[in-house]
């Protein structure tokens, strides 16, 4: 089966009818389509709308598979219109080309506002392949322009499980669609004290060519201790950013960057923020 547009029963009995939630996805997210018990953790009161096609690209055209071919995510969100929902998790990417990624992704998640969803799940790509790791740092980056829209770290989630995957290292074992649909669940119950990132107003403070250069980076929220990780951009050539948010060395060219920094607390939750880093002569 190529293509499946599946609606699940909510298991809520409340009378207020539960969300719409709707994944859309490519052949990786067949894993949990196909998987009984993931639907069912997923689905679990929630309104599950299942768009899951095979070869599925975001933009331009899907690839071929036994005679036909998926919409787009783009066109599917167009003919869809407001019946997608307040809610949607992307489960996408795999078949697009990198080169056009973020322009791919720029076009899905405003087709996505303009549909009148106020809320966006996206699953990382398991990094598997060489691609996908920058393609990764595009749906970072993508994050941080659109408050609507939230990463949820597979990629990370699901690096010290190869059980998860089968041979290609992308699609999933039976195991894997349940822990897939897992994570995907606990991120739509939204928390009550998320982390976030502080900057200064004035950002971060200005680096000099040829001295050392330190600065520690601060959250609030959620569960310290926080894990940091540069996901978008690369810092100036010399500096490093440490996983307890320390930001130093001695930078060896003159410049300004823009980098997306990541901010994981202790029970795995996430914020992100884009910060510009100057280095002067």
């Avoid at 019946?83 to 076009?107: K, L, W």
């Avoid at 770290?153 to 649909?181: C, I, K, M, S």
């Avoid at 897992?182 to 009550?192: F, I, S």
């Avoid at 500096?239 to 795995?268: E, F, K, Q, Y």
Wanted: glycine fraction near 10%; aromatic fraction near 6%.
């Amino acid at each position: 089966m190529a293509f499946a547009a599946v609606a699940l029963p909510a298991s809520s009995s409340a009378a207020v009818p539960p969300a719409r939630v709707t994944v859309i996805g490519d052949s990786v997210a067949t894993g949990v389509l196909w998987n009984e018990k993931a639907l069912a953790i997923l689905g679990q009161g929630v309104d599950l709308q299942m768009q899951v096609a095979v070869c599925r690209r975001l933009t331009g055209e899907s690839c071929p598979y036994e005679g036909s071919q998926a919409s787009t995510v783009v066109d599917l969100v167009a003919s869809l219109g407001p019946r997608v929902g307040p809610t949607v998790i992307m489960v996408v990417g795999y078949n697009d080309f990198q080169r056009t990624f973020a322009s791919s992704v720029e076009a899905s998640v405003r087709g996505l506002l303009g549909a009148g969803v106020e809320r966006i799940l996206w699953a990382t790509l398991r990094a598997a392949r060489r691609p996908y790791l920058t393609m990764n740092a595009d749906l970072w980056a993508a994050a941080a322009a659109h408050p609507e829209l939230t990463i949820v770290d597979w990629n990370e989630y699901a690096r010290a499980y190869p059980g998860w995957f089968q041979n290609d290292g992308l699609h999933l074992t039976r195991a894997g669609g349940v822990a897939l649909a897992t994570l995907l669940r606990a991120a739509l119950v939204p928390q009550e004290d998320p982390p976030s990132i502080v900057l200064p107003a004035s950002g971060l403070s200005v680096a000099r060519l040829g001295r050392k250069y330190e600065t520690r980076l601060s959250a609030d929220g959620g569960a310290p201790p926080y894990r940091w990780a540069v996901v978008s951009g690369t810092l100036p050539t010399g500096l490093r950013l440490r996983p307890d948010g320390r930001i130093a060395g001695t930078p060896r060219r003159a410049g300004s960057v823009t980098v997306v920094l990541r901010a994981r607390d202790a029970n795995g939750a996430t914020a992100i923020r884009r910060a510009a880093l100057v280095v002067a002569r």
